[in-house]
């Protein structure tokens, strides 16, 4: 009876162990589907009509060149007048207008020269005293009422880190963790389970 229930336990540990190695290898022919799926097959769809045939791969390369170009066309001074004439007549548009500037602003804060979108990851206190959750430094805002400063924070929800909350904090009510972006990122999507071992001082 014994060596019955320690041969069930060494397949179940076994086959539990196959399972948690294939999830990352899924994870990345899923990615690989999705872009496929919603990157390809989209710009295909518009230069098949041109060259007759269907080539696999042939609408992500198209788009990284359009993007490359753009890009290239954008750095310029023609570009940028260009650029900014188009802007202005889209700002006038109810609505459009204030579209076009929050994604101005949300592609500024994510563009390398001007500025990381985030500083570092910290820990900010979440619901009650003792709790606290990952957020990201975004800058900083002064209080003029309460005459001070307070730093923009954003709170990624898990497992999805594009979405989330922005809340201000006082300076002193944050605790730096002492982690990459990249690490406090892992936390964030992995809901806890991969992060690093300790919390500096």
């Keep these: 009876m014994k060596k019955k229930n320690n041969f069930l336990e060494h397949l179940k540990r076994n086959i539990l ?17 999705l872009t496929y799926i919603a990157i390809d097959k989209n710009v295909m ?12 791969g042939l609408g992500l390369l198209v788009l990284v060149i359009f993007l490359y170009v753009v890009g290239v ?15 202005s007549w889209v700002s006038k548009i109810p609505i459009v207008g204030q579209t076009m500037s929050v994604g ?3 592609a500024e804060s994510l563009s390398p020269e001007e500025r990381k979108a985030f500083d570092k990851p910290v820990l900010i206190p979440y619901l009650k005293e003792g709790q ?34 922005v809340v201000f904090v006082e300076k002193n009510k944050i605790r730096d963790t002492g982690w990459t972006n990249e690490e406090a990122m892992k936390a964030v999507i992995s809901l806890g389970i991969v992060t690093p071992e300790k919390i500096k001082k």
């Design 45 to 56: 769809s518009l230069i098949e009509p041109l060259i007759k045939i269907e080539i696999p």
């Design 17 to 33: 162990r196959g399972l948690l190695s294939l999830i990352p290898i899924l994870l990345v022919f899923k990615v690989a589907e």
């Design 73 to 87: 066309l954008i750095n310029n001074i023609f570009g940028k007048s260009i650029l900014a004439l188009f802007e």
């Design 104 to 106: 101005k602003q949300l």
């Design 132 to 165: 606290w959750t990952v957020a990201f430094i975004c800058g900083n805002i002064h209080d003029e009422k309460e005459k001070k400063d307070l730093v923009k924070c954003f709170i990624p929800i898990p497992p999805n880190p594009a979405t989330g909350w």
